[in-house]
């Protein structure tokens, strides 16, 4: 049931937040590699970037990528969460006084993301796919042809075989781990502080959203280097053999931005970011407090 309502109240939340993460995936990969005013800037802030996406591609464009999106946020999402959650419930993230501790938090996040990222990885890579596709016009980093979810599968299991699917995993990992720990570390640690301050009634939403609220922007400062590289590696073009032909990794995407596009490179469209993260953050947190709160009152009466 953890992994149930977990999953849930991410696919909740990814259908108010798609629409930036298409935002954030298209600001990631403009200018790719290349110097600061040496390129045409498509999109020159998030505003902006909906605004032309939907003059060009159409309204619609702004929910691509968003079957991928649900089935990666409830795979990803409902494991991440319900692994954390069970450790939760068996007290594994208190310290022996009850309080909750940060290092316990951190190291269960990092755990429960890194496992999660693993298994849903090839449905990221179709996502981060299917949102950068776009009219000519307004395109930007590499332009794959995927005609769906499924078709992106099949075709890159044709060509580059299963280990094609997990291409980029590995050096995905650092930027759940980082992301994961951040956010349940901050926001398990948030919710008790907010708690014992006893500004909102005992087990309030209110509570939930004030920690995912402070959680959310932890996040985006932490994440986005790693999450534009993520973009960078899972949207590269392909050698035949499934070598990335722009990047060989983590380490090697970030300095090469860095070298091309300056330090600020590493945080391209961080106010997309946060405007993705911070309100899917507190959404997903917020939907898994009360739906696991709810759950909990429903199993209690029952007994």
């Known amino acids: 049931m953890d992994f ?45 970037a909906f605004y032309t996406i939907g003059r060009v591609d159409g309204l619609s464009a702004l929910q691509r990528g968003l079957l991928p999106a649900l089935f990666y946020q409830f795979g990803f999402n409902g ?42 990885s090839p449905i990221y890579m179709v996502k981060t796919h ?39 995993s590995l050096s995905a990992a650092p930027r759940v781990m980082v992301g994961s720990s951040t956010q349940l570390a901050t926001f398990s640690s948030s919710k008790e ?18 920690a995912g609220m402070t959680s959310s922007v932890t996040v985006a400062v932490a994440m986005t280097p790693f ?7 899972y949207n590269q073009p392909v050698g035949p053999r499934g070598e990335g032909l722009m990047y060989k990794g983590l380490f090697d995407c970030l300095s090469k931005i860095i070298r091309s596009e300056g330090f600020f490179g590493i945080y391209k ?14 959404l997903s947190l917020l939907f898994w407090d009360q739906l696991r709160q709810s759950y909990s009152g429903w199993t209690q009466q029952k007994r």
């Open 227 to 233: 999450d534009v590289a993520s973009t960078r590696l």
């Open 4 to 48: 149930l309502l977990s999953g849930v109240a991410a696919c909740g939340a990814c259908l108010f937040t798609n629409p930036l993460e298409v935002v954030k995936t298209r600001m990631q990969l403009q200018g790719e590699l290349r110097a600061p005013g040496t390129y045409t800037r498509h999109y020159r802030n998030v505003f902006h």
């Open 79 to 120: 494991l991440r969460l319900g692994l954390y959650g069970i450790a939760d419930t068996a007290g594994y993230i208190h310290a022996s006084d009850g309080s909750i501790s940060l290092l316990r938090t951190t190291v269960a996040g990092a755990l429960s993301g890194v496992v999660s990222a693993t298994v849903s």
């Open 130 to 168: 299917i949102q950068a596709q776009s009219a000519a016009e307004i395109a930007v980093g590499h332009q794959y042809q995927h005609q769906g979810m499924l078709h992106a599968l099949t075709m890159i299991h044709k060509e580059h075989g299963v280990l094609g699917l997990w291409r980029g």
């Open 193 to 210: 502080f907010f708690s014992r301050l006893e500004i909102f009634p005992k087990d309030s939403w209110l509570l939930a959203l004030s």
């Open 269 to 282: 469209g961080l106010g997309a970011s946060y405007f993705r993260i911070g309100p899917h953050t507190i």
